[in-house]
């Protein structure tokens, strides 16, 4: 059988691998990526303020792949045809390559079984002056990093000069998520001035769709810390504070002109404000991938939703926030309407938003997107691998594995300054991801698991696990042994 899956980041990478250790030889896995590069991207934060390189945080997949024996094709994915066509009838996928020595030749590859694990498009146009190359820069990928540092390393040489510089960090769309990557941006930029004894020159500023600082898309948390229950909104507010970095909430970036970013509050209030360094994360969206019928008729609606990302097993029925359930959530992953589609990591529709919804006087919708990077992609992307496995080998799909967010807990490391004797990381795990305020009426998780520490040792494990991590990727010994 083939199975063929559509991206190679934290969730495509796991699935790919997991499916080749189960299925072995006689099986063919396909790995779709239009980069021939993996990149570890929560360390991409400490490229974007020069304390990595871009190799410390990439590897060409050409080499893994081939030991692996997955057959690599270095191309993007333009449109899926689940029926195939007048010629076939096993479903393919149309690529186009973006290989220097194949660019631009397509091919339609058949599958059998498909993962769609395409992650988001960083949807810069949706925010006029966004992104590089116009009046902002980005942490979302290693070159975007990169980038990043160039443009600092101005300001900090501006600052050496004497000159005062404003850095305006956070959301740069009504709708973003990510804001958990923008936090660390903020607070490694805070570090890496007060190291060099330059914050008396720096104004720094967080700007967020959130409804209060520590929403982070997934409604904030209430986290066990030293003994006493604290919020994520007052941990946060501690932590910005500690780092004289103010902070503008309920506002959405509509404009961003050189030095200014047009914004609107969600008291319909239309307000500006002034910076020298932007970093400000974008929308996301699907990747814009087409879907056709066996007679060519489209039928993008049937597998993708409004936003370009795919359909699966969630309720996606709309419904007021106060009758919001986990059970609203995905459990395996599945395509409603072609069985052997799957999507995973960021690619999946979600039924709606952690956070909840809210309109500006004005109409605007400012809240967060619902995060589903990290952590939750990858473990998403094993039980799909171990799913489809378990189909092949048996001839029955039966999803004896299943990773809904309501009932999935989740750790992350959020850097605040890279240093191996005086750095500092918060440590923070939740239970389950998405709130479920039935079995958890006080908290709306399981506190016992729900904590944050913040300290070194924090540093220390996030520097241990992006070496970790990347041994898994490059399928080192006893790779399947490390935890998603």
């Not at 991207?41 to 990439?58: F, H, Y």
């Not at 479903?91 to 020595?101: L, R």
């Not at 190359?133 to 290693?142: E, I, N």
Request: proline share 5%; aromatic share 12%.
């Amino acid at each position: 059988m083939k199975i063929v899956v559509l991206g190679a980041g934290i969730s495509g990478h796991t699935a790919a691998a997991f499916l080749k250790k189960k299925l072995g030889k006689k099986h063919d896995v396909i790995v779709v990526s239009p980069s021939q590069y993996y990149q570890w991207i929560p360390s991409n934060i400490w490229v974007g303020v020069g304390r990595m390189t871009v190799d410390q945080v990439r590897f060409k997949l050409e080499k893994v792949y081939r030991r692996w024996g997955i057959v690599f094709k270095q191309a993007k994915a333009t449109a899926i045809y689940p029926e195939g066509d007048e010629n076939t009838n096993m479903g393919f996928v149309d690529i186009e390559y973006t290989a220097a020595d194949k660019k631009g030749q397509t091919e339609k590859v058949e599958y059998d079984f498909l993962v769609n694990a395409t992650g988001p498009k960083l949807n810069f146009e949706a925010t006029e002056g966004l992104g590089p190359g116009k009046k902002t820069v980005s942490v979302c990928s290693y070159d975007h990093a990169a980038h990043a540092w160039e443009e600092l390393e101005k300001s900090i040489k501006l600052m050496q000069e004497g000159k005062k510089q404003r850095f305006l960090i956070g959301t740069g769309h009504p709708m973003a998520t990510c804001q958990g990557a923008a936090f660390e941006y903020a607070l490694n930029i805070a570090f890496e001035l007060k190291r060099r004894k330059l914050s008396h020159l720096a104004e720094i500023t967080w700007i967020s769709n959130e409804f209060e600082v520590g929403d982070f898309g997934m409604g904030g948390a209430f986290v066990k810390r030293g003994g006493y229950i604290t919020s994520t909104k007052v941990f946060t507010e501690s932590v910005f504070a500690e780092n004289n970095i103010k902070w503008i909430k309920r506002a959405g970036v509509k404009k961003v002109e050189q030095g200014v970013a047009h914004y609107e509050t969600l008291d319909g209030e239309e307000k500006t404000t002034e910076f020298d360094f932007a970093m400000l994360i974008p929308g996301f969206a699907g990747q814009g991938i087409k879907a056709y019928n066996k007679t060519g008729e489209e039928i993008t609606s049937t597998l993708f939703a409004a936003n370009g990302f795919m359909k699966v097993d969630a309720d996606y029925n709309p419904k007021p926030f106060e009758e919001w359930s986990i059970k609203d959530w995905p459990q395996t992953y599945q395509n409603p309407t072609y069985s052997n589609i799957y999507a995973a990591g960021i690619a999946f529709a979600p039924p709606h938003s952690i956070s909840k919804p809210m309109k500006s006087v004005n109409g605007t919708a400012i809240f967060p997107a619902p995060p589903r990077t990290g952590m939750p992609s990858g473990v998403i992307g094993k039980i799909i691998a171990q799913n489809i496995a378990h189909a092949v080998k048996t001839g029955k799909i039966e999803h004896k594995h299943t990773a809904s967010m309501g009932r999935m807990g989740a750790a992350c490391i959020v850097s605040a300054g890279y240093s191996l004797t005086n750095g500092l990381g918060a440590t923070m795990t939740v239970s389950p991801v998405v709130p479920d305020w039935e079995k958890y009426p006080d908290w709306g998780r399981n506190i016992k698991s729900t904590v944050g520490e913040i300290g070194l040792a924090g540093h220390w494990i996030k520097l241990f696990l992006h070496y970790m991590f990347l041994h898994k990727a490059k399928g080192y010994p006893f790779w399947w042994l490390l935890p998603e």
